[in-house]
């Protein structure tokens, strides 16, 4: 894991991987510079799930209960709100050129602090395609297995890579946490893994009680509730 950029290995169990599968022939797709702001329009050559559409209806649903029960999902994003998730289809030719996402979506508005891309296709099926971010030390590249997932802050510059051949299916989604700052959910993400380990080697020792309590008053502190 890169700092502030969580990879989530099997965000989707093998069995929902298979029930999107069967539902992704029915989705009607349409161009994806529909749903981009003004800006990532520009850059945008995809497809995109059509809205209303029941097939997505049901991958949504599929996808949402996969959040809800993914303990670093929850760790990592600190979640308050979800975007209602999307689907889109990179065929050979297509790419998503260097852009940032919309501050605030939807409507209701919500922030976007987080983005999250969940990988629908295996890596082996398809060249290029990977999710690139801009970092001040330079590019992080993401291609990986089918079901996993990459968290990431909505601020960065990034890009899909133009698929040179097969096709890249995905799930996109974006987050308001509960905690706006994303060096602040770094240090909690932190404090958290240091807890697991000591509540591993003795959850009564002193010193795991005192990181678990200075973790929820720094969570008190910070949180938007």
């Given at each position: 894991?890169?700092?502030?950029?969580?990879?989530?290995?099997?965000?989707?169990?093998?069995?929902?991987?298979?029930?999107?599968?069967?539902?992704?022939?029915?989705?009607?797709?349409?161009?994806?510079?529909?749903?981009?702001?003004?800006?990532?329009?520009?850059?945008?050559?995809?497809?995109?799930?059509?809205?209303?559409?029941?097939?997505?209806?049901?991958?949504?649903?599929?996808?949402?209960?996969?959040?809800?029960?993914?303990?670093?999902?929850?760790?990592?994003?600190?979640?308050?709100?979800?975007?209602?998730?999307?689907?889109?289809?990179?065929?050979?030719?297509?790419?998503?050129?260097?852009?940032?996402?919309?501050?605030?979506?939807?409507?209701?508005?919500?922030?976007?602090?987080?983005?999250?891309?969940?990988?629908?296709?295996?890596?082996?099926?398809?060249?290029?395609?990977?999710?690139?971010?801009?970092?001040?030390?330079?590019?992080?590249?993401?291609?990986?297995?089918?079901?996993?997932?990459?968290?990431?802050?909505?601020q960065y510059l990034h890009c899909v890579n133009e698929v040179k051949s097969g096709e890249r299916m995905a799930v996109?989604?974006?987050?308001?946490?509960?905690?706006?700052?994303?060096?602040?959910?770094?240090?909690?993400?932190?404090?958290?893994?240091?807890?697991?380990?000591?509540?591993?080697?003795?959850?009564?020792?002193?010193?795991?009680?005192?990181?678990?309590?200075?973790?929820?008053?720094?969570?008190?502190?910070?949180?938007?509730?």
């Open positions: 894991m890169s700092k502030y950029f969580i990879q989530i290995p099997g965000m989707l169990k093998p069995e929902e991987l298979t029930a999107i599968d069967t539902l992704l022939p029915a989705i009607q797709f349409v161009d994806g510079k529909t749903t981009a702001s003004m800006a990532a329009r520009e850059v945008k050559n995809n497809l995109q799930a059509k809205e209303n559409d029941k097939a997505l209806y049901t991958i949504q649903e599929i996808v949402d209960q996969a959040l809800q029960t993914s303990p670093l999902f929850t760790i990592a994003a600190l979640p308050k709100r979800v975007y209602p998730p999307l689907v889109s289809r990179y065929k050979e030719g297509n790419y998503y050129g260097w852009h940032v996402d919309s501050p605030v979506m939807g409507d209701p508005a919500m922030r976007t602090d987080l983005a999250m891309t969940i990988f629908l296709s295996d890596p082996s099926t398809y060249e290029g395609g990977e999710l690139v971010l801009q970092t001040a030390s330079g590019t992080i590249m993401f291609k990986p297995q089918k079901g996993d997932a990459v968290l990431y802050p909505c996109v989604t974006w987050i308001q946490s509960n905690v706006a700052s994303p060096e602040q959910r770094q240090i909690l993400f932190d404090l958290n893994q240091v807890h697991a380990l000591l509540h591993q080697r003795d959850m009564h020792a002193p010193e795991t009680n005192l990181l678990l309590q200075t973790h929820s008053n720094l969570l008190r502190m910070w949180a938007e509730i």
